[in-house]
Structures are given as C-alpha cells and as structure tokens.
C-alpha cells in the first residue's frame, strides 16, 4: 500500500499543528490563561466570602434573639415581687440574675465579634472584586492582542488547509478515517516509520513479531503501546 499521500497530508498537517501551538504558546496566548485563573479564582473567593457572611449574619440573627430573650427574662426577675421572697429564694434570684447577665455579656460579645468578621469579609470582598475587575480587563486587552495574532496566522493556516484538503482526495477514505482517528488522540505524527531493528518510530517501543511480519508484507500497523500508525520506509 503506497501512503505517499497520506504522507504529504501528515507533513501539511504537522505545520498546521506547530501553527496552533505557537499560537496556544504566545505571550498573549499565556495571559489569556493567567487572566482568566485569576477570574477563576477572585470568583471562587468571592462566591465562598458570601457563604461566610451569610453563615455569620445567621449568628448574629441567632445571638440577638437570645439577647432579646434574655433581656426579657431579667426584666421578668426586676420587676417580680420580692418583698414576701425569704433569704433563700432572694439567693436564687440573685444567682439566676447572675447568670442571665453573664449570658447578655457573652451574646453582646459574640454580635460584636460577628459584626466585625462581617466588616472584615466586607473588606476582603472589595479586595478582591478589585482584583476581579482588572483581571477582567487584562483578559480583555489580552484578547485583543490575541485575536489579532491568530487573524495573522490565519493566512498560513489557510493555505495549510487548502493544500491539506487538495492532497485529501488522493487518499483513500478508510486511510484518512484512520489519520484522523489517531490524531483525535492526540498521537502526532500519526505515520511513523519502523526504526532498526523493530522499534516504533513514535515512541520507541520495540513492536512483536506478528506485527514485524505484518509491516514487511507492506501493510500498516498500529502501535499497541502509542496507537501511531507504523509503517516501512523505503
């Protein structure tokens, strides 16, 4: 089997392949990238900033209705009648009012601390919205830049495929629809020849013998370590 064509279609294709990766490559192309982690990233601080203020507004909802509630209960003790109340009942006021005013100081506490973990997140928040913001931009002046490379390298990827595409038709279709299958892999090149004494010339391993055998009857055969395409030079 002559694979001649096929040949000179994987020699246009591999230009066209060293196009996209220059592209892919460029410093535009590499702040593209950084750009949009770092958006990733503000977003993803941002969306767990909300579910930390969120968290902690619930607390402090919690802790002010305790309050209210405990303020209640005190005022209920301040305002019973304890002019019948013996010695040891006045004790037990003067303990439970103890504690309830020990409690209101504790839930004042915790509202304070809440309220200043919610100023801190809101800080932090704006931070990083900042940080969002000129990602933003930066992504957009790196796309710009980008996309005026790719518009100038798209005039030899044009011509690539145009040539691709001509010597195509001198391919027979279930050897293209195996080009392609390989390449989808991303195993490129997709042909390699048979290096000395039985090794694939893709990634080196050294083929079995039925395969060997195959290969000098003139027939291509897939690597079974790499999946290229191995055939005998000439």
Do not use: W
């Not at 005022?75 to 005013?101: G, H, R, T, W």
């Not at 100038?152 to 990827?157: E, L, N, R």
């Amino acid at each position: 089997m002559s694979i001649d064509k096929i040949l000179q279609y994987q020699e246009y294709d591999m230009k066209y392949i060293k196009l996209e990766n220059e592209l892919k490559s460029s410093q535009e192309g590499k702040k593209i990238m950084a750009y949009k982690q770092a958006g990733q990233q503000s977003y993803e601080n941002l969306t767990r900033m909300n579910e930390v203020a969120e968290y902690t507004m619930e607390n402090i909802k919690k802790s002010m209705s305790a309050l209210e509630e405990t303020s209640k209960q005190i005022d209920e003790i301040l305002s019973s009648e304890l002019k019948d109340c013996d010695e040891k009942q006045l004790d037990y006021f003067a303990k439970q009012l103890e504690k309830l005013e020990q409690k209101l100081e504790e839930l004042e506490a915790q509202i304070v601390r809440g309220n200043k973990e919610l100023n801190d997140i809101n800080n932090n928040q704006k931070k990083e919205f900042e940080q969002a913001t000129k990602a933003a931009k930066g992504f957009k002046v790196a796309s710009e830049a980008f996309n005026e490379l790719k518009k100038k390298m798209a005039v030899d990827a044009s011509a690539l495929m145009k040539e691709m595409k001509a010597i195509s038709q001198g391919i027979a279709p279930e050897l293209m629809e195996r080009y392609q299958k390989v390449r989808a892999n991303k195993r490129v090149p997709v042909f390699v020849p048979l290096v000395a004494p039985k090794g694939c010339g893709g990634c080196g391993m050294e083929v079995a013998s039925d395969v060997l055998n195959k290969l000098h009857e003139n027939k291509i055969q897939e690597c079974p370590n790499c999946g290229r395409l191995i055939y005998i030079k000439d």
